[in-house]
């Protein structure tokens, strides 16, 4: 199980062993009025992720207002797709930014999908619109 720790730019959470639901916690940010998810170290498997994921989700919606934004980051092939589309099963109300509609394809280099293909200044735009809804 998880240990208790400590992490900068928290307010000291204890995670507390036993059922995984308890180990998703969210905290405070200083400085703010919004809460964020304590990152949890250890390695889970895609089922433990889900569910991590859907619980962090659950308890940010309980604790903000306004949008929620969740990242998935993997290589290509690591299964964000796979994962997201799970995700949107269980809560069809979210909405999807795929990095593949940022993809630059005349930058990829011998079918390697994994280098510097995004358009990060369009994609971040389009993200910091969100922030006047």
Do not use: H
């Not at 998880?2 to 204890?14: E, I, K, L, N, Y």
């Not at 200044?121 to 910091?128: N, V």
């Amino acid at each position: 199980m998880a240990q208790d720790t400590t992490s900068p730019g928290f307010d000291s959470p204890r995670r507390r062993s036993g059922l995984l639901r308890d180990q998703v916690q969210a905290v405070k940010k200083k400085d703010s009025d919004r809460y964020e998810i304590v990152p949890i170290e250890e390695t889970l498997s895609f089922e433990k992720g889900f569910f991590i994921v859907i619980r962090a989700c659950q308890l940010l919606a309980q604790k903000n207002d306004g949008l929620i934004l969740v990242g998935v980051a993997g290589p290509s092939g690591a299964g964000k797709t796979v994962f997201t589309d799970k995700v949107v099963s269980f809560m069809p109300s979210i909405a999807v930014i795929a990095m593949d509609n940022y993809n630059d394809s005349s930058r990829i280099i011998d079918g390697n999908f994994d280098g510097d293909l995004c358009f990060y200044s369009k994609m971040l735009q389009i993200l910091m619109s969100f922030q006047t809804w």
